[in-house]
């Protein structure tokens, strides 16, 4: 079982930036390949970026690559989601999610644990 907490969201201007944080319960936090989805009213979750269970391996959708950046400390138990030059349309509900494999995926439904999700809004 993993819990995950999400915390780092807010209100920032566009160009902004924030830092997301997701705290992990549980000893086998390094044997998970972690996950960062949203979701925007009236739309459905979406992909943003997953890290391996190392952290040698990252993906990234396309309409944050160069923006955003996913890392992890297993010592932490923590991974994260720096997010730059931030855009009105990155305004949504973020989420992170435990996968029980050192592979990531790009599919919510691949993904076993899920946070309540911490909201991020860009003003233009």
């Known amino acids: 079982q993993v819990q995950l907490v999400e915390s780092g969201g807010g209100l920032v201007q566009a160009g902004g930036s924030l830092r997301l944080s997701c705290a992990a319960s549980g000893r086998t936090f390094s044997s998970y390949a972690m996950g960062w989805f949203r979701q925007a009213p009236g739309k459905e979750r979406e992909f943003v970026a997953a890290?391996?269970?190392?952290?040698?391996?990252?993906n990234y959708a396309d309409s944050v690559k160069g923006r955003f950046t996913i890392s992890r400390d297993n010592a932490k138990n923590t991974v994260y989601l720096q997010m730059n030059s931030l855009k009105p349309e990155d305004t949504a509900d973020y989420f992170c999610a435990a996968r029980a494999s050192t592979y990531y995926s790009t599919t919510p439904s691949e993904y076993d644990y899920w946070g309540q999700g911490t909201q991020v809004t860009v003003s233009s």
């Open positions: 890290i391996r269970w190392n952290g040698r391996g990252t």
